[in-house]
T-cell receptor, first 113, second 111 residues
Framework: DVKVTQSSRYLVKRTGEKVFLECVQDMDHENMFWYRQDPGLGLRLIYFSYDVKMKEKGDIPEGYSVSREKKERFSLILESASTNQTSMYLCASRLTGGHRGAFFGQGTRLTVV | EDQVTQSPEALRLQEGESSSLNCSYT??????LFWYRQDPGKGPEFLFT???AGEEKEKERLKATLTKKESFLHITAPKPEDSATYLC????????????FGQGTTLQVKP
């Protein structure tokens, strides 16, 4: 099965810090995604990438940037962390038209204090 | 605008009490509808893919169905281990593989 690995399960950062969340997938998927999940709001798409060095904004890109220098790795960057970015962050990957939809990592619970 | 709405937000059942979860969608050109299960503190896990109206998929006590406007996840004689959040997602007409998720339904099954 596809494995999507996020670099951290739990992170605590201070307001104003630059934060890097890393995600690696091992099945050569073209598409990779970063979502954040908050109670009552479901999964909201931050950014996605459909190829190396290609990216598109999702529904809530403000305060975030991404990097995809290699096909297997997709990084989410919080330029200056704020308390309203405290959330669960989920990375996913999928083949375009893949029958199983997206494969998800285990999530990173980020707390900004 | 492409949109996915799930109802109810939360559902409490007694063990053995069958019910259904709803996923309503408005998308321009449905390319697939996906159901996921998510346990607390974990990432979502894939359950089913549905492509066209009238299609049905089954797995143990779960059965997913699809119409032109909505999908149902039927849970027959649930057990406490079925307690989880169930997420619905759609892929619209683009080729990028982007999925749009609903808010989820949190199911609690009491023994």
């Amino acid at each position: 099965d596809v494995k999507v690995t996020q670099s951290s399960r739990y992170l605590v950062k201070r307001t104003g810090e630059k934060v890097f969340l890393e995600c690696v997938q091992d099945m050569d998927h073209e598409n990779m995604f970063w979502y954040r999940q908050d109670p009552g709001l479901g999964l909201r798409l931050i950014y996605f990438s459909y190829d190396v060095k290609m990216k598109e904004k999702g529904d809530i890109p403000e305060g975030y940037s991404v990097s995809r220098e290699k096909k297997e790795r997709f990084s989410l960057i919080l330029e200056s962390a704020s308390t309203n970015q405290t959330s669960m962050y989920l990375c996913a990957s999928r083949l375009t038209g893949g029958h199983r939809g997206a494969f998800f990592g285990q999530g990173t619970r980020l707390t900004v204090v | 605008e492409d949109q996915v709405t799930q109802s109810p937000e939360a559902l409490r059942l007694q063990e053995g009490e069958s019910s259904s979860l709803n996923c309503s969608y408005t998308v321009s050109g449905l390319r697939g509808l996906f159901w996921y299960r998510q346990d607390p503190g974990k990432g979502p896990e894939f359950l089913f893919t549905l492509y066209s109206a009238g299609e049905e998929k089954e797995k143990e006590r779960l059965k997913a169905t699809l119409t032109k406007k909505e999908s149902f996840l039927h849970i027959t004689a649930p057990k406490p281990e079925d307690s989880a959040t169930y997420l619905c997602a759609v892929q619209a007409g683009s080729n990028t593989g982007k999925l749009i998720f609903g808010q989820g339904t949190t199911l609690q099954v009491k023994p």
